[in-house]
T-cell receptor, first 112, second 116 residues
Framework: AQSVSQHNHHVILSEAASLELGCNYS??????LFWYVQYPGQHLQLLLK??????LVKGIKGFEAEFIKSKFSFNLRKPSVQWSDTAEYFC??????????FGTGTRLAVRP | NAGVMQNPRHLVRRRGQEARLRCSPM?????VYWYRQLPEEGLKFMVY????????ESGMPKERFSAEFPKEGPSILRIQQVVRGDSAAYFC??????????????FGPGTRLTVL
């Protein structure tokens, strides 16, 4: 069975700091990869997704992620965070079928 | 275009009662997915439905839980004889197509179930 690991459970940063959230998955076949964000009191929203092609994917709000197949990783990055980026971030994988397998999430707090 | 709608947003039940959670997919979406998020855990897949069909229920507990997506009306997740361990946030998602398509799943706001 596939699984997704997010090693950082809580991250605290100051505004303008750079962000990198780790995501590793275990599955040997073709995968589709996603990062979702959940702002306080809101529902999950898609930040970015990878299906094929360029392994460096750009999403909304200045976020990007890089798919490194050899490392089974899909880390999320942002060069300069803002207070409004405070949220919980979930990495997810879809392999065969349609169900998404989620990581446990990373809570990001950005200090103004 | 309205997003995925779920109601109620908050539901409180006593042990042994039934809980019914509703999900209306986005307009034009015929695929619905239910996920459960237990405290301090990620979302876990429960069931995937198309209109009038259950496609994948591999994540559903074998007892007390059932789901349907009738031809008309919302998808319903039903939990009979709730127990405290059922307390969680239940999220519904929808997509226009399934079957390994390139479509993302759009999530609703969730229903937070509390069992007293």
């Amino acid at each position: 069975a596939q699984s997704v690991s997010q090693h950082n459970h809580h991250v605290i940063l100051s505004e303008a700091a750079s962000l990198e959230l780790g995501c590793n998955y275990s599955y040997g076949g073709t995968v589709n990869l996603f990062w979702y964000v959940q702002y306080p009191g809101q529902h999950l929203q898609l930040l970015l997704k990878y299906f094929s092609g360029d392994p460096l994917v750009k999403g909304i709000k200045g976020f990007e992620a890089e798919f490194i197949k050899s490392k089974f990783s899909f880390n999320l990055r942002k060069p300069s965070v803002q207070w409004s980026d405070t949220a919980e971030y979930f990495c997810a994988v879809k392999s065969s079928g349609d169900k998404l397998t989620f990581g446990t999430g990373t809570r990001l707090a950005v200090r103004p | 275009n309205a997003g995925v709608m779920q109601n109620p947003r908050h539901l409180v039940r006593r042990r042994g009662q039934e809980a019914r959670l509703r999900c209306s997919p986005m307009k034009g979406h015929s695929h619905v997915y239910w996920y459960r998020q237990l405290p301090e855990e990620g979302l876990k897949f429960m069931v995937y439905l198309q209109k009038e069909n259950i496609i994948d229920e591999s994540g559903m507990p074998k007892e007390r839980f059932s789901a349907e997506f009738p031809k008309e009306g919302p998808s319903i997740l039903r939990i009979q004889q709730v127990v405290r361990g059922d307390s969680a946030a239940y999220f519904c998602a929808s997509s226009p197509q399934g079957g390994n398509s390139y479509n993302e799943q759009f999530f609703g706001p969730g229903t937070r179930l509390t069992v007293l």
